[in-house]
């Protein structure tokens, strides 16, 4: 015999009326969103992962018997740093493979330059920034496949094994050097040690990923809920006309993930359409190729399986009333509780959480403490949510207060859901807003630093570079790098220090006046010593920002979704408050309150817990908190409640429109 659970479906989705199919446009954009937002996330993963690989090459990886010398220097123009990778043919040795980006390994005095590059040495003064490679009549261009993104700065240089740039004094170097030079006798380009420049990124975003996962996982929850009210009315008449559990639940499921699958594949086409314009959003080291940011057919039928999944599971998780009690969901008669338990489990996680979390955590017991945390908090609030009712409704003195305080006391769970998206971000907010570290080397400020080999080599140097500089035009002071000076920009090694005056174009000039001076090492500043610190840092704050704005945009489209939902699934109690007299302002004024009671206390305690993590994670890596911070935070919790306040108001006339009738919507 044919199942009925369909074609009863399809019926009773055609049949539910505007406002039924408000529920089900508002559910797929739900969807949308949140499929959008996760496949943006994912590809900011891969791609990093992506742009990484593509910078291993340049990081030579020695071979018993190499065929060719390489020698990878760091350079910085404008605060920007500028890879450059020397290349030599050992003579006697078999053909070295061209590297990546390129035809043909590089004859000497060759030179290759990214596109970026080739247009800034076009743009700046030669005396700034060209005088710093070999004089040539043309530059070649390295390709894509040599390149992390459009706008990274590489040149390649042709060389002979004899060359000072590729010399073996290249291995011994400072702590700095880490990631920014190196030397090796090489047989190819398969490196896998990835450019300092792009290795952190893909932690970085995986971070945004964790933390912005929550709030889409919220969003797609709530978009299973939307017009919950509604369909438990109509499922319990079913139940009570004869229809099974089973029947039940499979209706629910299959309208459910009709319309999640609907959304979700809108989002997974709007990913794909605007990838072009995401490949224009910066991220590390400039743009992206649109190729990076493609994470693959599997992976959009994966989004878009998942954010069905989710809405299709809260959906069905509402109805365990409806099979149990039908009778008492019809007539509305069992308010949903909350129990104790919830909160225990919420005090164990934060014990952990906290017991836990220190200097000596990885990775991924860092993401799994955040997770842990994340779905404590979910678990707990609405336990909150039910108890703020109860003491709101006992001291309430005004009728929308009251009304307020019965709808969260009566259903914590939705009223837990409209806040729920903000509320998780205010941790985001309170962490990232006072993590920002200061940078380091403003000691080094206007400084240039040339190594030489010896003392005596040091002083030939000093006199060199006071030529060279005044003959660009260059105002400095040099002195003499001192043995015992471990703090200072040559780290306590012998070397020339250029105390340069006017400026970061000044700054420029003269690192590439000194070239000529420098023997192996190119003369470098305090971009070069302190670029381990930079780069993970501004990883950080990148991440930071965009999660901020991505997790405040998602929280606030979820709390305005869920409050519109709230209209249309309380039409019926709008409408008996109407019929009694009650003025509409008053019921806007209750919404409002609804939300804002349990927003002030749990967005106020998740942002003071986002404050005290930031605080260990600062104390750990021995940094102060930046209290300017303070002032982001405030403008972060402004800013998010009062899109949140907005998005709840603009439902005002879907509550104006369902009350326009009270009699019949009563009925």
Known sequence: MRSPVLPLTWHLARSSGRRGLQSQLLAAGAAAVGAFVMLVMIAACLGSGARADRTAWRTPEPTRHGTAVQAL????????????????????????????????????????????????????????????????????????????????????????????????????GNWFDQGQAARAEISGFSGSKASLFTASDRGAALLGVVLLGMPVVVLSSAAGRLGAARREQRLAALRLAGATPRQIIGMTAAEAAAVGAAGALTGAVAYGALLPVLARVPYGVGDWYTGQLWVGLPWCLAVVAAVTALITVSAVSMLRQVASSPLGVA????????????????????????????????????????????????????????????????????????????????????????????????????????????????????????????????????????????????????????????DGLLAGGHGVIAHVSGGSERIDTAVTALASVATTTPPYTQDYVTANDRVALGRFAEVSTATLALGFLVATASAGLTAAANVLDRRR???????????????????????????????????????????????????????????????????????????????????????????????
């Open 573 to 667: 109690v709008y409408g008996l408050l109407r019929l009694a007299g009650t003025p509409l302002r008053v019921l806007d004024r209750a919404r409002l309150r609804e939300t804002v009671l349990p927003l002030v206390v749990l967005a106020g305690g998740t942002t003071a817990m986002g404050v005290y993590g930031s605080y260990r994670l600062n104390r750990a890596l021995g940094a102060t908190i930046n209290t300017s911070g303070a002032v982001q935070l405030a403008v972060c919790v402004l800013l998010g409640a009062l899109a949140m306040f907005a998005t709840v108001g603009a439902s005002k006339p879907l509550l104006r429109r369902v009350t326009a009738d009270p009699a019949q919507t009563a009925d």
């Open 73 to 172: 220097a760091t350079t910085y123009v404008r605060h920007e740093p500028v890879s450059v990778v020397s290349l030599a043919q050992l003579p006697g040795r078999a053909s070295t493979p061209a590297p990546p980006g390129l035809d043909a390994f590089p004859k000497r005095g060759e030179v290759y330059l990214s596109p970026a590059l080739a247009e800034l040495v076009r743009e700046l003064p030669a005396g700034r920034l060209a005088d710093r490679f070999p004089k040539v009549r043309s530059y070649g261009t390295i390709g894509a496949a040599g390149l992390a993104s459009p706008d990274e700065l590489v040149a390649v240089v042709g060389r002979t094994p004899a060359d000072a740039a590729v010399s073996k004094a290249l291995e011994s």
């Open 331 to 486: 007539q509305q008669a069992n308010p949903r509780r909350t129990r104790v338990i919830r909160l225990v489990i919420f005090a164990v996680a934060l014990l952990c959480v906290f017991q836990f979390s220190g200097s000596g955590v990885t990775g991924r017991q860092a993401l799994a403490l955040l997770l842990l945390f994340y779905g404590a908090f979910w678990l707990f609030g609405p336990w909150v949510v039910d108890r703020l009712g109860r003491i709101a409704g006992r001291f309430a003195r005004r009728p929308a207060t009251l009304l307020a305080a019965r709808r969260l006391s009566d259903d914590p769970r939705g009223a837990w859901r409209t806040v729920s998206g903000l509320v998780l971000a205010g941790f985001a907010a309170g962490f990232f807003s006072v993590s920002q570290l200061g940078s380091e080397g403003v000691e080094y400020r206007d400084q240039v630093a040339v190594v030489t080999a010896d003392a005596a080599t040091a002083r030939h140097a000093a006199a060199e570079a006071r030529t060279v500089l005044h003959r660009a035009g260059v105002t400095a002071t040099i002195a003499l790098g001192r043995e015992d000076d471990y």
